[in-house]
């Protein structure tokens, strides 16, 4: 009976989990109609992706100290009504400003929810038992996290971005009813302690400044002073804060974790895992969309492959771990999202959904084996404070993981570019000069063709026809050319023979024209498909060159694995 309640109580730690993670990754598909609907600049949409996850790695951690002090299941009910009262806000924004504060508060919510979900799941189940509730907690987090872009898509494809907030209320009120059924939401069991104000202090602003220059490194430069007062001070908070946390009776985060080699592999992995996991789950999309010119739903349900084969490895990996051990299973699962993204380089513009599906899926047998272990090797052992603090730090971890991802792909992103864009246009200024017209008008297309270049217009039939149309040798033209050639051809013709010759002159004058007009619309044609194709190429190896670059990297951070030989200290 206990067992069967406890189930239940895991699932219910569940929708807090797959609310709080989804939102992470729902309004990536969602930010072009919410732009253009609210008219607010990139800089506003930028804040309005980035201040949910930044606040989670912020606040996940002292929040996650004052459920332990005031009582979990208290907290994990005032996250969910915090989390939809945050949606309603963000639902009915009118200015980017707006929207942007009402992130802020559903962060709040979800920084509640993921630490006190774990806790409270884990608990719910004995020692014994604990695996499954680790597995079902852990396949939530890696699927909900995946599922945001797919289903974010559909959401406002057929009912609207305000509907990608609205949908979270419904399961807001439905958990808080089932937290009062289900939970002991009086005399629960509570730390005794005082909140350790300095070392909250210092935990947020490290954390704060540290994601902020991740961020904001783009923009303001990586080197520059902003970004190295950033890196200054978050150092120097972080220094603070271990200092403080040694000496403090009731430290914000008990050092004590990171005793337990186990879990500082795991913590590591954490992040690794959700950096090379967002590394296509946010760019690919863009590629399909920009690149390929699908829609976003079509891109969002190419991606999906992603979920279905987390969800379906993730328990199996977690069953797996005590029978063939963490070092290979973990170490398994870093190889094939290697082998994922080497193949992601390979796609390319005519790439098949084939092509683009079963790496995806092959990423998604990766992550999932990483996914379930990690989860279970984070919290199996641990009891009281230090199963709160281990998921506490674990939930700032995977947000950090996420900013890491979004500033390490979308600055070498936007770094590729810019490289490849000026090799387009060193190319584009080499063929420009094989059109047989005068260097004036070989400007002039080269201008337009730069123009294209920047607002990346790259369908090619729309190109042609707009160069064609705009530098071809009109029919004015040719009238012209062929009435000046004329003339001058009959000029010292006998007035008596003036009318005839100029028939005969005429046609043969316009037949040429008509040839050489032909020959130089043909050449630009040529110029037009030859930097169409050419920026089709590079520009697709913008996107394509970072998965190759990571492949040997998700190698190499596969080594990680090696920190799982032997077993965990039993002091902890």
Same mark, same amino acid.
């Given at each position: 009976?206990?067992?069967?309640?406890?189930?239940?109580?895991?699932?219910?730690?569940? =929708?807090?989990?797959?609310?709080?993670?989804?939102?992470?990754?729902?309004?990536?598909?969602?930010?072009?109609?919410?732009?253009?609907?609210?008219?607010?600049? =990139?800089?506003?949409?930028?804040?309005?992706?980035?201040?949910?996850?930044?606040?989670?790695?912020?606040?996940?951690?002292?929040? $996650?100290?004052?459920?332990?002090?005031?009582?979990? @299941?208290?907290?994990?009910?005032?996250?969910?009504?915090?989390?939809?009262?945050?949606?309603?806000? %963000?639902?009915?924004?009118?200015?980017?400003?707006? =929207?942007?504060?009402?992130?802020?508060?559903?962060?709040?919510?979800?920084?509640? =929810?993921?630490?006190?979900?774990?806790?409270?799941?884990?608990?719910?189940?004995?020692?014994?038992?604990?695996?499954?509730?680790?597995?079902?907690?852990?396949?939530?987090?890696?699927?909900?996290?995946?599922?945001?872009?797919?289903?974010?898509?559909?959401?406002?494809?057929?009912?609207?971005?305000?509907?990608?907030?609205?949908?979270?209320?419904?399961?807001?009120?439905?958990?808080?009813?089932?937290?009062?059924?289900?939970?002991?939401?009086?005399?629960?069991?509570?730390?005794?302690?005082?909140?350790? /104000?300095?070392?909250?202090?210092? %935990?947020?602003?490290?954390?704060?400044?540290?994601?902020?220059?991740?961020?904001?490194?783009?923009?303001?430069?990586?080197?520059?002073?902003?970004? /190295?007062? %950033?890196?200054?001070?978050?150092?120097?908070?972080?220094?603070?804060?271990?200092?403080?946390?040694?000496?403090?009776?009731?430290?914000?985060?008990?050092?004590?974790?990171?005793?337990?080699?186990?879990?500082?592999?795991?913590?590591?992995?954490?992040?690794?895992?959700?950096?090379?996991?967002? $590394?296509?789950?946010?760019?690919?999309?863009?590629?399909?969309?920009?690149?390929?010119?699908?829609?976003?739903?079509?891109?969002?349900?190419?991606?999906?492959?992603?979920? @279905?084969?987390?969800?379906?490895?993730?328990?199996?990996?977690?069953?797996?771990?005590?029978?063939?051990?963490?070092?290979?299973?973990?170490?398994?699962?870093?190889?094939?999202?290697?082998?994922?993204?080497?193949?992601?380089?390979?796609?390319?513009?005519?790439?098949?959904?084939?092509?683009?599906?079963?790496?995806?899926?092959?990423?998604?047998? $990766?992550?999932?084996?990483?996914?379930?272990?990690?989860?279970?090797?984070?919290?199996?052992?641990?009891?009281?404070?230090?199963?709160?603090?281990?998921?506490?730090?674990?939930?700032?971890?995977?947000?950090?993981?996420?900013?890491?991802?979004?500033?390490?792909?979308?600055?070498?992103?936007?770094?590729?570019?810019?490289?490849?864009?000026?090799?387009?246009?060193?190319?584009?200024?080499?063929?420009?000069?094989?059109?047989?017209?005068?260097?004036?008008?070989?400007?002039?297309?080269?201008?337009?063709?730069?123009?294209?270049?920047?607002?990346?217009?790259?369908?090619?039939?729309?190109?042609?026809?707009?160069?064609?149309?705009?530098?071809?040798?009109?029919?004015?033209?040719?009238?012209?050319?062929?009435?000046?050639?004329?003339?001058?051809?009959?000029?010292?013709?006998?007035?008596?023979?003036?009318?005839?010759?100029?028939?005969?002159?005429?046609?043969?004058?316009?037949?040429?024209?008509?040839?050489?007009?032909?020959?130089?619309?043909?050449?630009?044609?040529?110029?037009?498909?030859?930097?169409?194709?050419?920026?089709?190429?590079?520009?697709?190896?913008?996107?394509?060159?970072?998965?190759?670059?990571?492949?040997?990297?998700?190698?190499? %951070?596969?080594?990680?694995?090696?920190?799982?030989?032997?077993?965990?200290?039993?002091?902890?």
């Amino acid at each position: 009976m206990e067992q069967s309640k406890g189930i239940k109580i895991v699932f219910l730690m569940c =929708l807090g989990i797959f609310l709080c993670m989804i939102d992470t990754t729902i309004m990536n598909i969602a930010l072009p109609a919410i732009q253009t609907n609210l008219g607010t600049t =990139l800089e506003k949409m930028s804040w309005i992706l980035n201040i949910y996850t930044m606040s989670i790695a912020v606040l996940a951690i002292p929040l $996650g100290r004052i459920a332990d002090i005031f009582g979990k @299941a208290k907290m994990y009910i005032i996250g969910l009504f915090v989390f939809g009262f945050g949606s309603i806000l %963000c639902a009915f924004a009118n200015t980017g400003d707006f =929207l942007i504060f009402s992130r802020f508060i559903q962060s709040i919510g979800a920084a509640i =929810l993921f630490p006190t979900s774990m806790v409270i799941g884990v608990s719910a189940m004995p020692i014994a038992k604990r695996n499954i509730a680790l597995g079902i907690l852990g396949v939530t987090q890696g699927l909900s996290a995946a599922m945001g872009p797919v289903i974010g898509g559909v959401i406002t494809q057929n009912l609207g971005w305000r509907w990608v907030f609205l949908v979270n209320i419904p399961f807001c009120i439905a958990g808080i009813i089932l937290c009062f059924i289900l939970l002991q939401v009086r005399n629960e069991e509570r730390v005794i302690s005082k909140i350790d /104000w300095v070392g909250c202090v210092l %935990c947020s602003s490290t954390i704060f400044l540290f994601t902020l220059v991740l961020v904001k490194g783009n923009a303001w430069g990586w080197m520059s002073g902003l970004a /190295w007062v %950033c890196y200054v001070t978050s150092s120097i908070s972080f220094v603070l804060f271990i200092l403080v946390e040694r000496k403090v009776v009731s430290p914000m985060v008990n050092l004590q974790l990171f005793k337990d080699r186990i879990f500082v592999g795991a913590s590591i992995v954490v992040i690794l895992s959700n950096l090379f996991l967002i $590394g296509v789950t946010v760019l690919l999309p863009t590629f399909l969309t920009k690149m390929q010119n699908r829609t976003e739903l079509t891109a969002s349900l190419l991606v999906t492959p992603i979920s @279905a084969m987390i969800f379906l490895v993730s328990p199996f990996a977690g069953i797996l771990l005590n029978k063939i051990g963490k070092v290979p299973i973990i170490l398994l699962g870093f190889i094939a999202m290697s082998i994922s993204y080497f193949w992601l380089q390979m796609i390319s513009i005519q790439s098949s959904n084939q092509e683009i599906i079963l790496p995806c899926m092959l990423l998604g047998v $990766g992550y999932g084996l990483v996914v379930g272990p990690i989860t279970i090797l984070t919290a199996s052992s641990f009891e009281g404070e230090l199963l709160t603090a281990s998921q506490s730090v674990v939930s700032m971890l995977r947000q950090v993981g996420i900013v890491l991802a979004v500033a390490i792909f979308v600055s070498s992103l936007t770094h590729n570019l810019t490289i490849n864009k000026n090799k387009i246009e060193q190319f584009a200024e080499e063929k420009v000069r094989e059109i047989h017209v005068d260097k004036k008008e070989q400007d002039k297309i080269l201008l337009a063709a730069k123009d294209k270049i920047n607002e990346n217009n790259l369908e090619e039939s729309n190109q042609k026809k707009q160069v064609r149309e705009k530098f071809g040798v009109t029919q004015e033209q040719k009238d012209a050319l062929i009435q000046q050639t004329v003339g001058k051809a009959i000029k010292d013709i006998p007035e008596n023979y003036k009318e005839i010759k100029k028939v005969e002159i005429t046609k043969q004058v316009t037949k040429e024209v008509e040839e050489e007009s032909e020959k130089i619309n043909d050449e630009i044609q040529k110029y037009s498909q030859d930097i169409s194709r050419y920026a089709e190429k590079e520009l697709a190896m913008s996107f394509t060159d970072l998965y190759k670059v990571s492949a040997p990297i998700i190698l190499v %951070c596969g080594l990680v694995s090696l920190l799982f030989i032997g077993r965990r200290k039993e002091s902890i």
